[in-house]
């Protein structure tokens, strides 16, 4: 079991910027690979980053390339998505996730099936 809690969100004007982040604990060395994924209101939960627990691979969304970094201290099971320029369509719920014991770059990785454990999100709201 790993269990995941978000923090960080917050209501922000268009341009700013955001630290969003996620504490582990549990089983943390159960997963080989987090993300980060957001859900608009009306909208399906999309994957927008994911890294992998070796630090050594990071992938991203083409929507949020650029402006969206994913990191993580693994001294401090933390997760880590540092938003820049944000946009109102950036405004969503966003959720951490803990993916599985072995994750590799040819998996699908943004996908919300491949993650087993889920935090319950921070809420991300961007004024214009």
């Known amino acids: 079991q790993v269990q995941l809690v978000e923090s960080g969100g917050g209501s922000v004007q268009a341009g700013g910027s955001l630290r969003l982040s996620c504490a582990a604990s549990?089983?943390?060395?159960?997963?080989?690979?987090m993300g980060w994924f957001r859900q608009a209101p009306g909208k399906e939960r999309e994957g927008v980053a994911t890294?992998?627990?070796?630090?050594?691979?990071?992938y991203y969304a083409e929507s949020v390339k650029g402006r969206f970094t994913i990191s993580q201290d693994n001294a401090k099971n933390t997760l880590y998505l540092q938003i820049s320029t944000l946009k109102p369509e950036d405004t969503a719920m966003y959720y951490c996730?803990?993916?599985?014991?072995?994750?590799?770059?040819?998996?699908?990785?943004?996908?919300?099936?491949?993650?087993?454990?889920w935090g319950r999100g921070t809420q991300v709201t961007v004024s214009s």
């Open positions: 996730a803990a993916g599985p014991t072995v994750c590799s770059s040819r998996d699908p990785l943004l996908m919300v099936t491949y993650y087993k454990y």
């Open positions: 890294i992998f627990s070796s630090g050594a691979y990071t």
């Open positions: 549990g089983n943390t060395r159960s997963t080989a690979c």
